[in-house]
């Protein structure tokens, strides 16, 4: 099936589900997701990885964002697409260190070499492109600068659980709690549609990341990605 990713449709899919949102996640992941962003901040914090100027892009309702932000950072941006997102994360947020802006993975309002980390949690998978975002996360990393990427990958092996679970349970429910038709199909065919774990780290090289350490927080599909910018 071939997947409209433009950033119109992107940004109003989000933007009408963007209030149910944060309660879907927590709910198909039993909360998991959760632990899964926490872990990255303790790995930031156990390899002393410097965190002043964060960018945490494909940022949504935030909450990435806001685990970032006890990093004691000097700046969090919070980037997205979908104002709508943007806006449940406005309410959430009251810490002055957190910039939140509407903004594309291709056109960051950063300099050049101006951040530390770029995190990006189950984003990526929904750009356009990934090889241009690449590029654009290469341009404002400060050299040895780190992307870290939590996502749900396409399966090396085909997992009868897996297809079940989203084929058939996840846009039931989905449709029903989100009111939204399309958002919860999009979700399995967006993964299936997307890179293997291999795949990506391997296009990610080609675009001036080194692979430092990847976790497998569940089933061998979703991983965090930590790079490093050379
Ligand atoms: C599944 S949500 C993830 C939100 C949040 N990071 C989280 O962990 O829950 C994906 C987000 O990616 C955003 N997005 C998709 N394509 C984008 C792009 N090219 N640039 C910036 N944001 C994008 C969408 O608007 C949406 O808010």
Request: glycine share 2%; net charge positive.
């Amino acid at each position: 099936m071939k997947l409209d990713k433009s950033r119109q449709n992107i940004s109003s899919m989000f933007d009408d589900i963007a209030v149910r949102y944060d309660f879907l996640n927590h709910f198909f992941t039993a909360n998991l997701d959760k632990r899964w962003r926490r872990k990255i901040v303790k790995y930031i914090t156990e390899n002393n990885i410097r965190s002043e100027v964060i960018v945490d892009l494909a940022s949504g309702t935030g909450d990435m964002a806001i685990e970032l932000l006890d990093l004691n950072p000097i700046k969090v941006y919070a980037l997205d697409i979908s104002p709508k997102m943007l806006d449940v994360l406005r309410k959430k947020n009251k810490d002055e260190r957190m910039v939140i802006e509407v903004a594309e993975s291709e056109h960051m309002p950063l300099e050049n070499q101006s951040a530390d980390i770029v995190t990006i949690a189950f984003g990526i998978r929904n750009f356009e492109s990934t090889e241009n975002s690449l590029k654009e996360i290469y341009r404002i990393l400060r050299p040895d600068g780190m992307l870290i990427v939590l996502e749900m990958f396409n399966l090396e092996k085909r997992n009868r659980l897996f297809e079940f679970y989203f084929t058939r349970i996840m846009p039931v429910l989905g449709k029903v709690i989100s009111r939204s038709s399309t958002a919860y199909s999009y979700l399995h065919n967006s993964v299936m549609n997307f890179k293997t774990v291999k795949q990506f780290i391997e296009l990610s090289a080609k675009h001036g990341f080194v692979h430092e350490y990847h976790k497998n927080n569940f089933q061998k599909f979703v991983y965090s990605v930590y790079l490093r910018k050379l």
